[in-house]
């Protein structure tokens, strides 16, 4: 694996720690804006990840598309509403390549509906592909791989 500049790895350990901040704030509008426009986020359970199967809970593949989720959610999505918080790991650098890097991070969303405790939501790990652009380093691809082939209810806000 090639060395990667400190500032660098600081610039992508806040890229996870903001997208986290911003997801768990709900704020909505600013979910898209961590990704490139052709970029790709899929939420698969962990066993159609390993065995190669294309079949994912969410799959979306351009900005655009976030876009229309973060409408769907604001508009059209009927549900209980729940908090959710994110404790995301230190990215582990898999390959690096000049302004691309290749990550994996684990992590553990928590869930807490207004009126009941906090449980355990989801968990797994992200592999990602950041890329340097002219805003900043955005994610390329995110691909979240959760560990249970389970899901409470449904899934409504982003990983």
């Known amino acids: 694996m ?7 790895w600081l610039a992508i350990t806040q890229l996870y720690a903001a997208y986290a901040s911003v997801v768990d704030a709900g704020q909505w509008d600013q979910w898209p804006e ?5 970029c790709v986020y899929r939420l698969q359970p962990r066993e159609n990840h390993e065995r190669g199967f294309p079949l994912a809970t969410l799959a979306f593949s351009s900005k655009g598309m976030l876009q229309d989720r973060v409408y769907g959610i604001r508009e ?3 549900h ?3 908090y ?9 650098l898999r390959r ?13 969303v928590f869930r807490t509906k207004l009126s009941d405790t ?3 939501f ?5 592999l990602d592909t950041i890329v340097r652009t002219p805003q900043g380093l955005k994610f390329a691809v995110r691909e979240c791989i959760y560990d249970s082939e389970m899901i409470p209810n449904s899934i409504i806000y982003p990983i």
Not at 34 to 38: E, K, L, V
């Open 2 to 8: 090639n060395a990667i500049a400190f500032e660098d």
């Open 34 to 38: 961590f990704f490139t426009d052709d």
């Open 76 to 78: 059209t999505l009927f």
């Open 80 to 82: 209980d509403p729940y």
């Open 84 to 92: 959710q918080r994110h404790v995301v790991g230190l990215p582990i």
């Open 96 to 108: 690096t390549e000049p302004d691309r890097w290749h990550c994996e991070a684990n992590y553990a």
């Open 118 to 120: 906090s449980t355990v």
């Open 122 to 126: 989801n968990v797994g790990r992200t």
